[in-house]
């Protein structure tokens, strides 16, 4: 247990629909972040929340969505993804000036 | 949460021996370094970590190197133990940046 938590662990999703990825961390930390972790690629910096403010993008599709509505939550919006998406996203946390990330579990997501 | 698919270079060890994982980072004006283990099905758990100003940290039965000159980074597992199966990721990032740069990863199999 890193004290980041995610939910769902695992998501199944038709292109069509639309879904949320929930991040939860309880360490007090001011950052937060998403990676994505594919069968192809290593990790990948999706996003950046310093103080809930988006402090970088990483190029990535506006098919994904991310909301920070406070510092200890963070989503990801998913929208008419593609069979490509089908990947494990990683939530990951900070504290300002400190270099360690902590991350959660994951989430699963397969597209379809 | 395994890298599924990702052709990974593996180091096979035998239980007991002592294991040496490396990585080559890319950006000289990284400041601080950190190693990842990422067990199947979790998300990557902070090991160690390094600043430039050292060329040597020791924890708990592993040591980081770093060698500046050349870019690369090493992990040493002493006494390998099947517990320390699992693919583990070097990343590097640099003071005025949030989020951390990921190498691609090396599996390690303990062997009993």
């Known amino acids: 247990e890193t004290g980041v938590t995610q939910t769902p662990r695992h998501l199944v999703m038709g292109m069509t629909n639309k879904k949320s990825l929930k991040c939860e961390q309880h360490l007090g930390h001011n950052a937060m972040y998403w990676y994505k972790q594919s069968a192809k690629k290593p990790l990948e910096l999706m996003f950046v929340y310093s103080l809930e403010e988006r402090v970088e993008n990483n190029s990535v599709p506006s098919r994904f969505s991310p909301e920070c509505p406070n510092s200890s939550h963070l989503f990801l919006h998913l929208h008419t993804l593609q069979p490509e998406d089908s990947a494990l996203y990683l939530c990951?946390?900070?504290?300002?000036?400190?270099?360690?990330?902590?991350f959660g579990q994951g989430t699963r997501l397969t597209v379809v | 949460g395994e890298s599924v698919g990702l052709h990974l270079p593996t180091l096979s060890v035998q239980e007991g021996d002592n294991s040496i994982i490396n990585c080559a980072y890319s950006n000289s004006a990284s400041d601080y370094f950190i190693w990842y283990k990422q067990e199947s099905g979790k998300g990557p758990q902070f090991i160690i970590d390094?600043?430039?100003?050292?060329d040597k940290r020791q924890g708990q039965r592993v040591t980081v190197l770093l060698n500046k000159t050349v870019k690369h980074l090493s992990l040493q597992i002493a006494a390998t133990q099947p517990g320390d199966s699992a693919v583990y990721f070097c990343?590097?990032?640099?003071?005025?940046?949030?989020?951390?740069?990921f190498g691609s990863g090396t599996r390690l199999q303990v062997q009993p």
């Open positions: 990951a946390s900070s504290q300002e000036g400190e270099g360690e990330a902590f």
């Open positions: 990343a590097e990032g640099y003071t005025g940046r949030r989020a951390l740069t």
């Open positions: 390094i600043r430039s100003n050292m």
